[in-house]
């Protein structure tokens, strides 16, 4: 795919500059939007204008909504306000939202005042909404029927009226002042007799969110129940939006992405890797990196401590990285395992119990496999192959210290996201960093008070 | 949520003691299936098939396919052949052959023997196709029109065909050979003049995957392109499946959650954390911290090498583990955020240049604030606070040393993962646990280097 993507791009530069425009259109309307926007990500600024213009109406919008925001910026700057009317008058309105958001304001004033008034009103509902919640990211154009209405007169309704909505496959039911009664889907209502009534037709175990709920509960709802949309309500129980499937995708693949930087120490942004200048990267980077750099001297504060013995007993310096990394890896394994679980719901605080007896067994094991395999390690390669001077006392605190910090680095690797989820702080900024530099002192503190006892340094 | 479920909980098992049926019913279907699966996870295994039985028919099998399979083996054991073919009827074909996989044979042939024969014979075809390839979680079960269908005969079809499909909201359009020559919404057909042929209404843009393709081709393609569904064709684009946005979901979070046990050096399993037993935990974590504890051992020879340079300045120890840190935090934040970004599909190996040209931009930021930052905590805390002998010369080699670590910790970061792709392998692995194994001898080297040039050790 990636190859064939810069051949297309050789290809569509040579049509520009011998002004093949004809030929230019052709081949974009058969194209994806996202594979245009792709495409025109790479393209020279100023022959970006020319080429958006060869897209028909609704190809355009389409393409507009998936690129980023700084080529938005770029085209709503040059586009007159006819051409303006024409892109926005296309969108849905949860996609203007989107990108009225991200725009300055000079450029949201021009967009706001080419939308139509019924749009106009509608973005800025969404735009009140604060960010990643529910209401940011929902659409306001869907269907509603009415409980008396039939089969019949639904299906009129619905091609009436369902061609500006983002989804017509599932409809909510209504009353007078809004508040939500049932859903049904179009499959139910072209299935039913005619004159079947919404009443009897719909579903009332409705799964519904605020306005006010994070996208994460969104999320999680449609992965657990199989939803095609959710509704959003508010306080009172009235419809005031829908998050439909292809948002809510987003929202996982976001949040994994979120989850998963957080998880490496980097503060999460929502722009692509590309496109992140080198400075953006720095300060997503930077801030942790210092923070786990400062922890990390309280380390080198135990081992200076211990400066004397280790003069002493230098061989035992040797097994410190060793100790260090094993510690940190059964730390990570079980705090990413618990991150990962609570993040899609698997597991709450209430299971916490569960969850320290589970790992209390897998980290003995685990701690005992690991101690068996470097004793027979340090007697088979250090003193039988490389003649190393290594007693059974160093090499029994050594296997010791293992055992021990396996046990205690899962410990504390699978409680400190339960205890950091159930205080409300974000679980995933508990993983393998935070608790490497914890368990680099625990171990050092098992290490040296181990060999303290055993070899009376 | 999960304190209004251990009420629940509680307030089942007091009705299920006292044999209150009719109430236990009543309050079941007012549930959602995946709800229902989750309390009868916890429920007691001879109380299970008592309280299945209870469900009415739809809602039964809707349970069963969100319920997990050691459970769901359980029940099968349990039901009469009627039982079972009542349930096998109600289910998807998709999600009875997932179930049909996860059983033993002698369940299999029970499962099979009850299903009808078509419904037989799509099992068969999904059971062929390889794990996790588009194959496997397609479903037989779709509308196919063809293209001189006027829209009007198209709804008629779809009414009588389409109860049972898994989705009728986008139809496919072939030839007499099942050639699949375009695709179109209900939507369009609902909206289209009575009298329009499919073969003007449909689209021919066709994004489509093949039966052997990885099923995270079919994940990145649902959220590229904000799919509802996505047709499976054989390598004679004969229309065989269609996969829903359900499963792709699925497929989504199980794709994150690999990726997320790869990096922290775990061997993925499809198992939730709390139905693995202790020993399937210790199995899938095991092997990689043995790998990566033998690697660390590489780690001590060098510091072995250089035992008589720390004897003589064991000042030199304490930032030891303070430079590790750093290195491989520093190089953990670029490999995964390459391996995110790969597996999103935002990046490919013809982005490689690009990529460490920004990274090394980056690192050089990164390992100069660092640098600048011990050297500041060096003077003011160690010297001044703590008035620790490290002269200027051993700060010096701490801070260039921490430097480049940075600056090779993040390029071999970036580049590992990219490689890995390029060489077949799966990039995810090239995370945290791996960079930092190696970023670590990659210090201790750059350390001991400097500390020789510098001090004359």
């Not at 939007?33 to 204008?49: G, H, Q, W």
């Not at 004159?195 to 509960?217: A, F, K, N």
């Not at 293992?402 to 900024?429: E, H, I, N, Y």
Request: charged residues 25%; contains cysteine.
């Amino acid at each position: 795919m990636a190859e064939n993507t810069a051949i297309l791009e050789t290809t569509i530069e040579t049509l520009v500059e011998n002004k093949k425009y004809a030929t230019l259109r052709d081949i974009l309307v058969t194209m994806q939007p996202a594979d245009i926007a792709s495409l025109f990500a790479d393209v020279d600024e100023d022959k970006l204008p020319l080429l958006f213009r060869l897209l028909p109406k609704e190809l355009a919008a389409d393409t507009f909504v998936e690129m980023d925001s700084d080529q938005q910026e770029l085209l709503i700057r040059g586009f007159s306000d006819v051409e303006l009317k024409e892109v926005v008058d296309e969108l849905y309105v949860d996609d203007a939202a989107d990108i009225v958001e991200e725009m300055p304001a000079n450029v949201v004033k021009r967009i706001l005042r080419q939308a139509d008034p019924e749009m106009r009103k509608m973005i800025n509902e969404i735009l009140k909404y604060p960010d990643d919640s529910a209401g940011s990211i929902m659409t306001t154009e869907y269907v509603t029927l009415r409980p008396h209405m039939t089969a019949e007169e639904a299906i009129k309704r619905i091609r009436r009226t369902g061609v500006d909505k983002e989804t017509i496959y599932t409809c909510y039911i209504t009353d007078d002042n809004r508040h939500l009664l049932g859903y049904t889907t179009l499959k139910s209502i072209l299935m039913a007799d005619e004159d079947m009534e919404m009443s009897e037709l719909m579903g009332t175990d409705i799964i519904s969110v605020t306005t006010t709920d994070d996208q994460e509960i969104v999320a999680n709802a449609f992965s657990r129940y199989d939803l095609q949309a959710l509704p959003v309500v508010d306080k009172e129980n009235r419809l005031v939006g829908i998050v439909t499937v292809d948002d809510a995708i987003d929202v996982m693949e976001e949040e994994a992405t979120e989850d998963i930087e957080k998880m490496a120490a980097i503060t999460p942004t929502d722009k692509p890797y590309l496109k992140m200048s080198v400075w953006e990267i720095w300060k997503s980077r930077i801030p942790w990196l210092l923070l786990l750099m400062i922890s990390a001297t309280f380390t080198g504060l135990i081992i200076s401590r211990f400066e004397t013995a280790l003069a002493a007993s230098v061989v035992l310096t040797a097994f410190i990285p060793m100790l260090m990394d094993t510690g940190g890896n059964s730390g990570s394994q079980a705090s990413v395992t618990i991150i990962r679980a609570l993040s899609l719901g698997d597991l709450d605080f209430s299971d916490i119990a569960r969850v320290i007896w589970k790992e209390s067994r897998v980290s003995l094991l685990c701690g005992v496999t690991l101690a068996a395999a470097t004793f027979v390690k340090i007697q088979l390669v250090d003193v039988m192959l490389l003649h190393n001077d290594i007693s059974m006392l160093v090499a029994a605190v050594v296997c010791i210290t293992l055992a021990l910090t396996v046990f205690f680095a899962k410990l504390v690797g699978c409680s400190l996201p339960m205890l950091a989820q159930r205080l409300g702080f974000d679980p995933a900024v508990m993983a393998s960093p935070f608790i490497t530099t914890i368990v680099d002192a625990l171990s050092l503190l098992i290490y040296f008070r181990v060999a303290t006892a055993l070899l009376g340094l």
